[in-house]
């Protein structure tokens, strides 16, 4: 499955983004997604990931109650809603894929987007 993330921007502080997903090539119905960020000197993180059947949603205690997943089955697309954004929300977001069911880890998920780029200003 390909995946090409986009939304990304200048936005400033206290403000909202919502970043896209979408896939390619195949559903994403057996599939679990998830959204990640990567800052400049620091480690990939995990943001926020669903898993498409059943509906489980996962995320990080850094964005709980700011961001929020979803996704839609006709246009295949998983989304990532960010409100109340600050700097240090300032990083690189990925979407990525794997079988069945969304985790944590960086490491299990085998399809990746290119990245779209958020900076947010103070």
């Known amino acids: 499955v390909q995946l090409q993330a986009c939304g990304g921007g200048l936005v400033q502080a206290g403000g909202s983004l919502r970043l896209s997903c979408a896939a390619s090539?195949?559903?994403?119905?057996?599939?679990?997604v998830g959204w990640f960020r990567q800052a400049p000197g620091k480690e990939r993180e995990f943001l926020a990931g669903v898993s498409w059947r059943g509906g489980n949603t996962l995320y990080a205690d850094s964005v709980k109650g700011r961001f929020a997943i979803s996704g839609d089955n006709g246009k295949n697309t998983v989304y990532l809603q960010m409100n109340s954004l600050k700097p240090e929300d300032t990083a690189v977001y990925y979407c990525?894929?794997?079988?069945?069911?969304?985790?944590?880890?960086?490491?299990?998920?085998?399809?990746w987007g290119q990245g779209t780029k958020v900076t947010v200003s103070s």
């Open positions: 990525a894929a794997r079988p069945l069911v969304t985790t944590t880890r960086v490491f299990d998920y085998e399809y």
């Open positions: 090539g195949r559903t994403f119905s057996r599939y679990g």
